[in-house]
T-cell receptor, first 115, second 114 residues
């Protein structure tokens, strides 16, 4: 079974600084997808960024980028120029390429951006 | 606007009183799923449905039922709720075609069972 581990329960960063959230996963699959979701105080789940395992290039979405290390099974999220609105819970998630669309989540990292 | 809706958003009930949380999506997605979110555990899948009349258990199905009579709706049923089902519940949907890997989440339903 696939497992996703986020080893940082809480993190904080100063506004405009850069922060990196870590995520590791365990799988025997070769093709799969990885995601970062943001959950602000409103509790809604918002997709931040996704990565296909068969793509070597790291995904980027504006201020958000990932460092995908397939051999190490690591998928960290870098937030540049942090903004107060980035304060949220962040979940790393894994999904097999072929399957029942079951998504496995980590326990989450609570990020606080300080003014 | 493409969206997944859930009702109610907040619910307080008592042990043993049957309840239903509705979920509806307007994107013609084949795949729908229910998750529960608990502190320190992230989101865990309760049940999923690959299409109409096709449902299966996820990781934590005990105490829950689902049905998929129509493509757009996927209600979650708690026949006899217990306090350990107090949680935040999310419905999600995705397509089976291109972009299937991206799930769209509803706003969540916070349930308290006394």
């Amino acid at each position: 079974a696939q497992t996703v581990t986020q080893s940082q329960p809480e993190m904080s960063v100063q506004e405009a600084e850069t922060v990196t959230l870590s995520c590791t996963y365990d799988t025997s699959e070769n093709n799969y997808y990885l995601f970062w979701y943001k959950q602000p105080p409103s509790r809604q789940m918002i997709l931040v960024i996704r990565q296909e395992a068969y793509k070597q290039q790291n995904a980027t979405e504006n201020r958000f980028s990932v460092n995908f290390q397939k051999a190490a099974k690591s998928f960290s999220l870098k937030i540049s120029d942090s903004q107060l609105g980035d304060t949220a819970m962040y979940f790393c998630a894994f999904m097999k390429h072929l399957g029942n669309n079951d998504m496995r989540f980590g326990a989450g990292t609570r990020l606080t951006v300080k003014p | 606007e493409a969206q997944v809706t859930q009702n109610p958003r907040y619910l307080i009930t008592v042990t043993g009183k049957k309840l239903t949380v509705t979920c509806s999506q307007n994107m013609n997605h084949e795949y729908m799923s229910w998750y529960r979110q608990d502190p320190g555990l992230g989101l865990r899948q309760i049940y999923y449905s690959m299409n109409v009349e096709v449902t299966d258990k996820g990781d934590v199905p005990e105490g829950y039922k689902v049905s998929r009579k129509e493509k757009r709706n996927f209600p979650l049923i708690l026949e006899s709720p217990s306090p350990n089902q107090t949680s935040l519940y999310f419905c999600a949907s995705s397509s089976q075609g291109a972009g299937h890997e991206t799930q769209y989440f509803g706003p969540g339903t916070r349930l308290l069972v006394l």
